[in-house]
């Protein structure tokens, strides 16, 4: 969920407040106690199970965002949050883990078949259940131990699949939306930019390393 794994000194920017990552964790999960709170005291509106689901979707698309936009940030801008992607991006799976349970069990009922159906006949079904899979592994790799254990450059290239997720869960979320309103469309649009900067830099990049060769 971290993306790649930093290099000696990738770590300078822009000196801000540092805070501890337990404080991200806090802030990060106030939206789901708020929503299930929300949901129990009934004030989700006429539809709450699917208002609830939707919510949870989209913080996890939100954090997801967010995990892939600390890298641009610190080498266009020099701000540097580096030491809390790893935190974000565990947020992104703990809220897509939320938004997934919600379905399986307030919505279906853990009714198998109907799930196993809803999977099969459904393309936004199949493809954010695709999505959570992709975001399984990153999730459980999240850590120290695995980078040792995995390689540096092995781990970078597995967690590169934060990706493929980011482009499930927006075609997701336009999907799951249907009618076509601005939000989703915002959200695709971001995704766009930041993974195609991403690509834009490792091309420009690819010629200066010959050169130097």
Do not use: C
Not at 28 to 46: E, N, T
Not at 85 to 97: E, K, V
Request: charged content about 15%; overall charge positive.
């Amino acid at each position: 969920m971290a993306g790649r794994a930093s290099a000696p000194g990738a770590a300078k920017g822009l000196a801000l407040p540092q805070v501890p990552k337990i404080l991200v964790y806090v802030v990060g999960f106030i939206p789901a106690i708020w929503l299930f709170y929300a949901g129990i005291m009934d004030r989700l509106g006429a539809d709450p199970m699917r208002y609830l689901e939707q919510a949870l979707g989209l913080w996890a698309l939100r954090f997801l965002v967010a995990t892939l936009a600390i890298t641009p940030l610190r080498q266009l801008f020099n701000i540097n949050l580096l030491r809390y992607r790893r935190a974000i991006g565990l947020l992104s799976f703990y809220y897509a883990a939320l938004h997934l349970i919600t379905y399986l069990v307030l919505d279906q009922g853990l009714d198998m078949a109907a799930i196993v159906a809803d999977i099969v006949k459904r393309p936004y079904i199949t493809i954010g259940m695709a999505t959570f899979v992709v975001l399984v592994p990153l999730a459980v790799t999240s850590n120290n131990a695995a980078i040792r254990r995995m390689g540096g450059q092995t781990w970078a290239r597995l967690h590169r699949l934060v990706y493929v997720a980011a482009v499930g869960a927006v075609l997701h979320y336009i999907l799951v939306v249907k009618s076509w309103p601005p939000e989703p469309l915002v959200y695709a649009a971001i995704v766009a930019v930041l993974l195609g900067y991403r690509l834009v830099r490792s091309l420009v990049k690819k010629p200066s390393r010959r050169r130097t060769a």
